[in-house]
């Protein structure tokens, strides 16, 4: 018996389908930790049975994996956007340190899933960020290495190890969320409101414009220039940086 291949309807809605699933299984594993979800529960936010959830995907497991990497693909896919501008590259440079600010404090999703996957690694346990880093993560860490050196090479930053700018500019951002906890107990302000968090963007940028420039006025007028031509997106309130909902 001959069997048709599927038409482009059918492709279309199987898309549809698994998109579904991946969107469903993306909230409950960053919710509850790939321990904790249930299958019964993604199936039913998808609006699909357990038998359908099971054709798209082997396993429990092979559904965590996949949430994972579809959330670490659209991330990764809004660096590149920023790494491939027209701009110098150390207006790329300073687009990238917002950038990276505006995903930790409106990307709820991908940051619990990958506290979850860094708690797994450290431990020993079989993780899904060891392929995961190999596929998407290392790439895109030579491709800002590259970025960074280029800067240099030109004249635009300043002559220092190229690593420690990148560590300057992104690890300033993921101390303030990580710290965010202690600095409510500890400073008597919220660092997550959203006052806070516009403050703190904005003299992120402005500081890397006047201190990883060789000129810092063109440094402080291209962080003016990036801050001005992106608006903060909403937060997702951190719950995983110790806010609840």
């Not at 492709?11 to 960053?30: G, K, Y």
């Amino acid at each position: 018996m001959t069997v048709s291949p599927p038409t482009r309807s059918q492709t279309e809605r199987a898309d549809h389908t698994r998109a579904r699933i991946l969107e469903a299984a993306i909230r409950e594993f960053s919710e509850n930790g790939l321990a904790g979800a249930r299958t019964e529960q993604i199936a039913e936010a998808a609006g699909v049975n357990k038998a359908l959830l099971y054709y798209y995907f082997s396993g429990k497991d092979a559904l965590y994996t996949a949430a994972l990497e579809a959330v670490a693909e659209g991330v990764q896919a809004s660096s590149i956007a920023v790494l491939e501008s027209s701009v110098s590259a150390g207006e790329r440079l300073l687009q990238l340190a917002l950038n990276h600010f505006d995903r930790i404090h409106s990307n709820q999703a991908f940051q619990s899933l990958m506290q979850q996957e860094m708690i797994r690694l450290h431990r020993g346990e079989e993780n899904a960020l060891t392929p995961l880093s190999e596929k998407l993560f290392r790439p895109q860490w030579l491709r800002v290495q590259a970025l960074v050196k280029e800067a240099i090479a030109c004249g635009e930053l300043i002559p220092v190890e190229w690593s420690q700018i990148i560590y300057a500019g992104l690890g300033a951002n993921v101390f303030y969320f990580l710290s965010a906890p202690v600095t409510r107990l500890s400073q008597g302000f919220d660092p997550l409101e959203r006052s806070a968090l516009e403050f703190r963007r904005k003299a992120a940028i402005e500081y890397l414009g006047q201190t990883v420039f060789v000129d810092r006025q063109v440094g402080a007028r291209l962080a003016a220039r990036v801050l001005a031509a992106t608006p903060m997106p909403e937060s997702s309130l951190l719950a995983v940086w110790g806010k609840k909902e």
